[in-house]
Nanobody, 121 residues
Framework: QVQLVESGGGLVQAGGSLTLSCAASGFKFSIYTMSWYRQAPGKERELVAASPRSVGGDGGGPYYADSVKGRFTISRDNAKNTTYLQMNSLKPEDTAVYYC??????????WGKGSPVTVSS
């Protein structure tokens, strides 16, 4: 059974930091591109950061949305089947539900249930 379980969200003051974790199971984690999306109230879901697969990939580096460049860092630990999103210098506009996503060109993609992040001003 495939599972993506996010954790680490919560309430933080502007300027603070949070680290989200996404524990994956039920699929071959290392061959999937792992990404973080977010959806703020009343807005569409948007891609925040992506970590290309480290097995069989083209060696490309991580992707970041312009709004989070220099503040957020995505990483992955293939031995633990876990991906992380380190979020620094948080702003009220970062408030959203953050979703973990696993994608592969030839296989079904997967979504976590989301972890809410609230940044107070």
């Amino acid at each position: 059974q495939v599972q993506l379980v996010e954790s680490g969200g919560g309430l933080v003051q502007a300027g603070g930091s949070l680290t989200l974790s996404c524990a994956a199971s039920g699929f071959k984690f290392s061959i999937y591109t792992m990404s973080w999306y977010r959806q703020a109230p009343g807005k569409e879901r948007e891609l925040v950061a992506a970590s290309p697969r480290s097995v069989g990939g083209d060696g490309g580096g991580p992707y970041y949305a312009d709004s989070v460049k220099g503040r957020f860092t995505i990483s992955r630990d293939n031995a633990k089947n876990t991906t992380y999103l380190q979020m620094n210098s948080l702003k009220p506009e970062d408030t959203a539900v953050y979703y973990c996503h696993a994608a592969h060109r030839y296989f079904t993609d997967y979504w976590g249930k989301g972890s809410p992040v609230t940044v107070s001003s």
